[in-house]
């Protein structure tokens, strides 16, 4: 049967991650590795029963200390009227001593039912919370695996390579970026599979401690998966992509790990009752929480009608002959464990074959048998019965049987009518697998050593493999997998007879392989910038025969070859014929820089309106550009389009050149004709264009280097800041790198338009860590004590910012009209007021009290000889975190974050920096 669940089991997890699948890219890339998951073996089952036993002893703590409350309230009313009615003043005092003791024992009462219905709720939320994450993950890591493999089919049929146009150090800048951020986020998911919770249970009277993974196998598959994805995301050229793919990662982390931490303790149900009775009657709960999960509710509901019955009369033996309760009752209880293990049993088996059956249903569309499918698939939906299980199983058996026996048949029949022989084909596998030995294979001293030296390994190993695909496909039960077979079995045996009389091949292979890279490598050198895609596109193709020629038919790879070498000795005539062209275009671009160089001279120091000329900057030399742009493409197609329009600029150039010449030469426009003075306006106004454009050029680059030269001293003194602070200074790194490279763009291109945007973004970024070092430097100034002070008031700060923000929203305009909820309809001010209470709420006095005074603690031990300052620390960072975590992952917090009616929440990133931060201060407190 099915294996029921306890505290015990663990579950053995190799998620089948395709990161080393990534690695082939990598390696063909030359890019740094990634770190790769680690197994995740050994992680402990998620207790969800724990939690369902937690809420049901919650929830009968719940009963009983409202009963104990009734009871105490009672006798309360009943002291009191004694009190009332006693005239003997001895024995009223007496009366009005109980009464008072009645009383103390009424609130002690209220406490421990008030105590109870938290504890209920608590466990109420957490189960539920549990239950939603845990219910779609078979379906989120299938989900997850289908993006994955479908991202690896479309890099398979990739034949551009997305980064081709990206600068290499832009490109491998991005690439570490994304590795380090995708790297970070696989130590925090490690790092989360190796945390536990703990829970506690009593039984005979012994606590016994457990501890359970934080995340559960599934989860851990999930996200190494989505991290898969983000990569392959980044190897189709989605760079940001890939960078959001990792930050939802993390938000899933976070989304599974509060879904188990801060469990409550749990005891066992029937501490009162004799514990030979408890834990028969402890195993019998989990088995009915089982059968509900397994989808037999009604079963689960009969037993579970059975054994309230039978609680209900061990509880009235307890209260009234507790010395009897086991003789009493053990038969039953006995009686009970035995029909809910047959129970179990017949569920267990009914899932099982249920899930054969189901099998047998796909095995007979595969076969091509849709009809006879249905017809099981209907008798299967009439012989559910989750109620009678013992009935249920007997049909599914004599269900399952019945069509195995169908299924064979209607095979045999296929075989038949395809005129399919499957004996035959059995024969023909077995005679190629003994040629295979005969001819390759020695025996002796020398056994399993390869015959024939010139036959490559790898033609063996494909060869082995090629046999063994054979065999899988002859075991199936779809005729088109058979007829595969066949035709798999007829390859086999050409490759193999192939390899046996044409080994010699490969030797030919091997030397013409080498002339063929050999002629690229000269290629490359001499020519390496002509014709650039067709050169990487032979190579890549080349290098792909290199890996996988040993394994294919040498006489097809000998004619591949043959190709390849082919298309290269084409490649490179091409090759020289395009650097000719190339330097045709050169001196062509130089002839009309030379003009362009002319009229510059012939305009400048004139003024056309109120501008003055201070040389050519218009549209020739625009032209120009453009064209020596296309030209650096070095392939036919550019060098021919590039060639046309340099010819064409500078006979356009020249005409333009003598005109300017002529008037000025003249003195009037008078001496011009009527297509030259055409000419002339056209020049005029593309001269006055290009100088403004030329002075606001000029403008932006002085502004640019200002303000580079400023953001740069900036960023160097927040780098030596951020190095006497011991604070990561790889983002400082970053930005003066892309100040670098913003500087060495703009002299080329001459545009500082997006430069000058992007300065404005760094300058932010140089605002925001120049706060985080003056906030790390008070900080690390400041004592324990001070500094969980610090902390503590940012947090009450935060507070009442949020239970004011009402306030900052009436600013802006009327609440009701200014907030809507998805429908349209209005929310009103009440509502508003509410929903910041929830959120001042998630930060609790009793933790922020806590953190400050645990950390005056902390500080007054560190201060004082022989004081262990530890336990304080402990405590000031349990509150720390408590409260970090109710700033993360919160979905009322996610949305006041996002709020429109300011800039943004300074109060609440100034407290969640402030608690991080303080708890680095707090680990590294104490000297070692």
């Not at 989360?192 to 039984?203: D, H, I, N, Q, W």
């Not at 709960?285 to 079963?299: A, H």
């Amino acid at each position: 049967m099915q294996k029921m669940p306890n505290d015990s089991d663990t579950l053995d997890v190799v998620p089948d991650s395709i990161s080393g699948w990534i690695e082939k890219f990598n390696k063909v890339k030359g890019w740094k590795p990634l770190d790769a998951p680690s197994s995740g073996k050994n992680l402990k089952l998620t207790p969800i029963h724990r939690f369902e036993e937690a809420h049901a002893k919650a929830s009968s703590d719940v009963l009983e200390a409202n009963s104990a409350k009734v009871q105490a309230q009672k006798k309360v009313d009943a002291l009191q009227q004694a009190v009332d009615a006693q005239d003997d003043p001895a024995k009223k005092a007496l009366a009005e001593d109980a009464l008072e003791a009645a009383k103390d024992a009424f609130e002690a009462a209220k406490a421990a039912d008030k105590t109870a219905r938290e504890l209920r709720n608590k466990m109420a939320t957490k189960l539920v919370t549990l239950t939603k994450v845990e219910e779609d993950l078979d379906k989120d890591l299938r989900e997850v695996s289908a993006r994955v493999a479908a991202l690896q089919d479309q890099l398979e049929e990739q034949s551009d390579d997305p980064f081709a146009k990206v600068p290499k150090k832009e490109r491998n800048s991005d690439f570490e970026l994304v590795q380090a951020m995708r790297n970070l986020v696989a130590g925090n998911i490690e790092k989360a599979r190796t945390e536990v919770f703990k829970m506690t249970k009593v039984v005979d009277g012994d606590k016994i401690e457990r501890s359970y993974a934080v995340i559960c196998p599934e989860e851990y598959q999930i996200l190494h998966a989505m991290l898969d994805e983000a990569m392959l995301t980044y190897l189709t050229g989605d760079v940001e992509g890939a960078k959001a793919g990792i930050n939802a990662t993390t938000d899933q982390l976070n989304l599974f790990r509060n879904a188990r931490t801060g469990a409550t303790i749990i005891e066992s149900r029937d501490d009162a009752f004799d514990t030979r009775l408890s834990l028969p009657l402890a195993r019998i709960e989990g088995q009915i929480s089982w059968l509900r999960t397994l989808g037999f509710k009604p079963c689960a509901d009969e037993v579970k009608h059975s054994l309230d019955d039978l609680r209900a009369l061990i509880d009235e033996t307890q209260k009234n002959t507790p010395d009897t309760v086991f003789d009493t009752h053990k038969d039953a209880v006995e009686e009970l464990a035995k029909t809910v293990q047959l129970q179990a049993d017949d569920a267990a088996f009914c899932v099982e074959t249920t899930k054969r059956i189901l099998k047998q249903i796909a095995t007979l569309r595969a076969m091509d048998a849709p009809g006879t499918a249905d017809v099981l698939s209907e008798e299967l939906d009439r012989v559910e019965n989750p109620t009678f299980l013992r009935l249920r199983r007997s049909e599914l058996d004599g269900l399952e049987m019945k069509w195995a026996t169908e299924t064979e048949k209607l095979k045999k029949l296929q075989a038949a009518q395809e005129q399919i022989n499957v004996e035959k084909m059995n024969k023909q596998l077995l005679d190629l697998r003994v040629k295979y030995a005969e001819m390759f294979k020695s025996s002796g001293w020398q056994k399993g050593a390869i015959k024939d030296k010139k036959v490559p390994k790898e033609a063996l190993s494909e060869l082995e493999m090629k046999l063994s695909t054979a065999e899988q496909l002859l075991q199936t039960d779809s005729i088109d997998a058979l007829k595969l077979a066949k035709a798999y079995l007829d390859d086999v045996e050409s490759f193999e007879t192939s390899l046996a009389e044409n080994s010699d091949k490969f030797n030919s292979i091997i030397t013409q392989l080498g002339l063929v890279n050999k002629k690229l490598d000269r290629l490359k050198s001499k020519y390496g910038a002509y014709e650039a895609g067709r050169t990487v596109e032979l190579a890549a193709r080349v290098k792909t025969f290199e890996n996988t020629y040993p394994a294919k038919n040498p006489v097809r790879s000998y004619a591949e070859i043959v190709g390849l070498w082919d298309e290269a000795v084409a490649l490179k005539n091409d090759a020289r014929a395009r650097a000719a062209e190339f330097k045709e275009c050169e001196m062509l671009a130089k002839s009309v820089a030379s003009e362009i160089r002319a009229l510059s001279n012939a305009m400048a120091n004139s003024t056309i309106g109120d501008v003055q000329i201070a040389g050519y900057y218009g549209r020739f030399v625009d032209d120009l550009a453009k064209a020596r742009q296309l030209a650096d493409a070095r392939d036919k197609a550019s060098l021919d389009d590039a060639k046309k329009k340099l010819i064409e600029l500078l006979s356009d150039i020249q005409s333009t050149t003598a005109v300017a010449l002529k008037r000025w030469a003249e003195g009037s426009r008078d001496a011009l004709s009527g297509q030259e003075l055409t000419t002339w306006t056209a020049l005029k106004s593309d001269c006055v264009k290009g100088q403004e454009k030329e002075n606001s050029r000029e403008a932006n680059k002085k502004i640019f280097d200002t303000e580079s030269d400023a953001v740069k001293a900036e960023l160097k003194k927040l780098l030596a800041k951020f190095s006497e602070l011991n604070l990561d200074i790889s983002e400082l790194d970053l930005a003066l790198k892309e100040i670098a490279s913003l500087k060495a763009t703009t002299k080329v291109s001459g545009d500082y338009d997006d430069a000058i945007k992007r300065l404005e973004k760094l300058k932010a970024d140089v605002a925001t860590y120049t706060i985080t070092a003056d906030e790390i430097g008070k900080l690390s100034k400041l004592n324990a004590a001070a500094a969980t002070k610090d902390c503590a008031e940012k947090l009450r700060s935060l507070v009442a910012a949020v239970k004011g923000f009402d306030k900052v929203i009436e600013k802006v305009g009327d609440v009701g009209e200014l907030v809507a909820t998805g429908s349209g309809e209005a929310i009103t001010a009440t509502d508003v007021k509410a929903y910041l209470d929830t959120v001042a709420g998630l930060v609790r006095d009793a933790d922020v009290k806590k953190l400050e005074d645990n950390g005056a603690l902390f500080q007054k031990a560190l201060d004082t000889a022989g004081s262990d300052p530890r336990p304080p620390r402990e405590a000031a960072l349990s509150a720390l975190r408590t409260l970090t975590g109710a700033l993360q992952a919160n979905a009322p917090l996610a949305h006041f974050r996002t709020q429109p009616f300011t800039g943004g929440t300074p109060e609440l990133d100034i407290a969640v920096q402030t608690l991080s931060r303080l708890e680095i201060k707090l680990l590294t407190a104490i000297p070692k």
